[in-house]
């Protein structure tokens, strides 16, 4: 009597029971029938995937369950976080979140320790793209914080940028703020410095140039008096102190003008320039207006 050729069983069902003794004596049951379809013994902590040969197979470095401390580990097989995701020398993305509809992607521990929202509209914070714009978001009455200690970096939804605190005088909309500043000693390569300096009691701005020179701002503020036409770049000194309930503007062109033709000697000097166009949609100020610089006309 002729052995049986089991590689080639004539009957279906006959080849399958041969298929499945296989399987139990090389103990490598088909993932079909709840085994792994292969010998290969896994590492503990290991998530499984079914690998291009389509059994199970695993990657314990790049995929990984802490099931002590309920952790998960992507490119780790130490995660320190819920969620550890590590990666080295690539230059892809680490993760991306695509959709076609609006998408919502949130942050958040416990009530104590507020959120981190991105893209979520009405609430503390968020990173918005829209299709104006993008950029950091928070709420009427809220502000973003950068840096810690003493001389944070903030910016207030309704009130303006502070540099160096947090703090606004009354009414404040739109307002760059300074608070007590370290006065700068070097000047770096094209670059200048505004800052706000302690000056008897009282902190002025100062801005220092490239050169080294620190001056304090000089505005041209006409509020008490009006320039004479014939003074060709008037400036003055203006301040104001309302605990004193007084305010001071002086025509320091004229002060100099009257100097120079009090000695004979030339103490202003002026170059022309190319001039510039007004760009700004409002009037230009009074004291412009009377020189020749005219609100350019709209394009008909």
């Known amino acids: 009597m002729s052995k049986p050729n089991l590689d080639t069983p004539k009957h279906p069902e006959l080849k399958t029971l041969v298929n499945k003794l296989r399987s139990l004596l090389s103990e490598t049951k088909a993932p079909e029938e ?16 079914v690998g ?6 695993q990657n314990n470095t790049q995929l990984f369950w802490d099931d002590l401390n309920r952790r998960i580990g992507i490119g780790t097989k130490t995660p320190s976080a819920k969620l550890h995701v590590k990666t ?13 509809e609006a ?13 981190f929202w991105i893209a979520r509209q009405n609430d503390q914070f968020g990173l918005s793209v829209l299709a104006s714009d993008i950029g950091l978001r928070c709420v009427s009455g809220q502000s973003i914080h950068f840096g810690s200690g003493s001389n944070p970096f903030a910016i207030f939804s309704d009130k303006g940028l502070c540099i160096g605190g947090t703090s606004f005088g009354a009414s404040a909309d739109a307002v760059l703020a300074i608070e007590a500043s ?4 070097t000047s770096p390569t094209n670059t200048i410095q505004i800052f706000a300096v302690d000056v008897a009691g009282s902190h002025e701005a100062r801005v220092r140039d490239e050169g080294g020179t620190t001056t304090t701002f000089s505005p041209h503020n006409f509020s008490l008096f009006q320039p004479e036409q014939s003074f060709e ?6 301040s104001r102190n309302d605990y004193l309930g007084k305010e001071i503007n002086v025509d320091m062109f004229g002060v100099v003008r009257a100097l120079e033709e009090l000695t004979g000697k030339q103490f202003i000097f002026l170059r022309d320039l190319e001039k510039q166009e007004w760009d700004s949609e409002k009037d230009p100020p ?9 609100k350019r006309k709209e394009v008909i």
């Not at 709840?34 to 995937?49: A, K, N, P, W, Y």
């Open 34 to 49: 709840g085994g792994t379809g292969t010998s290969e013994t896994f590492t503990q902590g290991s998530i499984l995937f």
């Open 52 to 57: 291009a040969s389509g059994v199970y197979a």
């Open 88 to 100: 080295t020398g690539v230059v892809d993305p680490i993760a991306k979140f695509e959709s076609t």
């Open 103 to 115: 998408i919502s992607i949130s942050v958040a521990t416990d009530i104590n320790h507020g959120e």
């Open 182 to 185: 370290t006065a700068p000693t």
């Open 233 to 238: 770049f008037p400036w003055s000194y203006y």
């Open 286 to 294: 009074e004291w412009l207006r009377v020189r020749g610089v005219q």
